[in-house]
């Protein structure tokens, strides 16, 4: 396939997953928003220099902390390249199919990719799958004793057509930090069984640590959650919710209660003091919701609808992804990035803001009390 043949169908392939993953562009009634909640502009600028080699556009915005300095920030298919004018040349501008990796300490940000900046590629690769191309999209993990551990969706292209693919579970990696060395791999058998997105939102607390996925079915998206111990620097035996105990068997597993929109692919779960929060935006609809639970198995409530995002106007663009970064701020208010699409790729290069997350501010107010 030549390159221009394979971007079109990637970025095509990307606006199906996003739809399915966002919204559709129905026709909105939308209200105001609340004053409380604050744009940040900030967040972009540090997370996308304008320098060649360096990340110039990507979807995913998925953060994961290494010290109260340091993150990662993991993002799929990506744009490498200089911006002029708020433009990017096709010609100068690679697009790296599966993940990309951002070194962010403090107010500064490095780009991580294998290959080089004109020929760059995805940071962590899986070759081939029963024959076929297959890539991986970034999911969430964490950083401990010096090893990241990151999961990941694995995706088949099995021909040229845009809805010529499938999800294929998902893998947990081990890396070395900080040079992101693999150290090794496996896939997790009960996604695949299940059909269960397992390894978003990845926490520890009280001796275990959590991890939530969507089961996607038709205009449904329950939340189901699992959990392992971590035995000598890896997480081992993954343990099940069935609504009322935990369990050995994967297709016991029972969707948690209290969420009742179909959440996005990606979604995001952390504790903020006694209280566990679920951020997600519905998987149709350009709208952001949070919910609370005093269990990480829920049951959720205190449901919130707390933004309506804006972009929703306007015609060429579709959203999607809403994620939580609660490690930014100050304690007070919580750091939230949703994803902005293209429905025509040539926007992506006219219009480089485009394929850019947006980020605001959302006071915990709004979603505690």
């Not at 043949?5 to 993953?21: F, G, N, Q």
């Not at 026709?27 to 540090?46: A, R, S």
């Not at 179909?262 to 979604?267: A, L, N, T």
């Not at 306007?314 to 919580?334: C, E, I, R, S, T």
Request: proline share 5%; glycine share 8%.
């Amino acid at each position: 396939m030549k390159k221009t043949a394979l971007l079109v169908t990637i970025l095509c392939l990307m606006a199906i997953v996003a739809c399915k993953s966002g919204n559709e562009n129905k026709t909105l009634v939308k209200g105001e928003n609340p004053k409380e909640i604050i744009l940040d502009t900030e967040m972009v600028n540090i997370l996308f220099p304008s320098v060649k080699g360096e990340l110039s556009g990507g979807d995913g915005a998925i953060s994961i902390q290494i010290d109260k300095d340091k993150n990662y920030w993991l993002w799929g298919d990506s744009f490498i390249g200089e911006v002029e004018n708020n433009t990017r040349n096709p010609k100068t501008s690679p697009l790296i199919i599966g993940n990309v990796w951002s070194f962010v300490d403090g107010k500064t940000a490095k780009t991580t990719y294998r290959g080089t900046a004109d020929e760059p590629l995805s940071m962590v690769e899986i070759g081939k799958v029963n024959d076929y191309p297959a890539f991986l999209w970034p999911m969430h993990g964490f950083v401990k004793n010096n090893i990241v551990h990151i999961f990941m969706s694995r995706i088949v292209k099995t021909g040229e057509g845009t809805g010529d693919f499938y999800w294929d579970g998902s893998v947990y990696y081990r890396l070395n930090y900080p040079d992101l060395t693999i150290i090794d791999s496996e896939g997790i058998e009960s996604s695949v069984k299940t059909n269960s997105h397992y390894g978003y939102a990845v926490f520890e607390h009280d001796g275990y640590y959590y991890t939530y996925g969507t089961s996607p079915d038709g205009y449904e998206a329950p939340v189901r959650i699992a959990r392992t111990k971590f035995i000598n620097d890896k997480l081992q035996g993954w343990e099940y919710f069935d609504g009322a105990n935990w369990t050995n068997s994967a297709e016991a597993a029972k969707s948690m209660q209290g969420v009742d929109i179909p959440v996005s692919e990606q979604f995001s779960v952390f504790k903020h003091g006694d209280k566990f929060v679920l951020l997600a935006q519905d998987r149709f609809l350009p709208e952001i919701y949070s919910y609370i639970a005093d269990e990480p198995e829920g049951p959720w409530y205190n449901k919130k609808k707390l933004y309506d995002e804006p972009e929703a106007s306007m015609q060429h663009v579709f959203l999607y992804n809403a994620m939580a970064h609660p490690q930014y701020g100050d304690g007070d208010k919580l750091l939230v990035s949703y994803c902005v699409n293209a429905k025509n790729i040539p926007d992506l290069f006219t219009d480089v803001s485009i394929y850019r997350p947006r980020f605001i501010w959302v006071p915990y107010s709004m979603i505690l009390n």
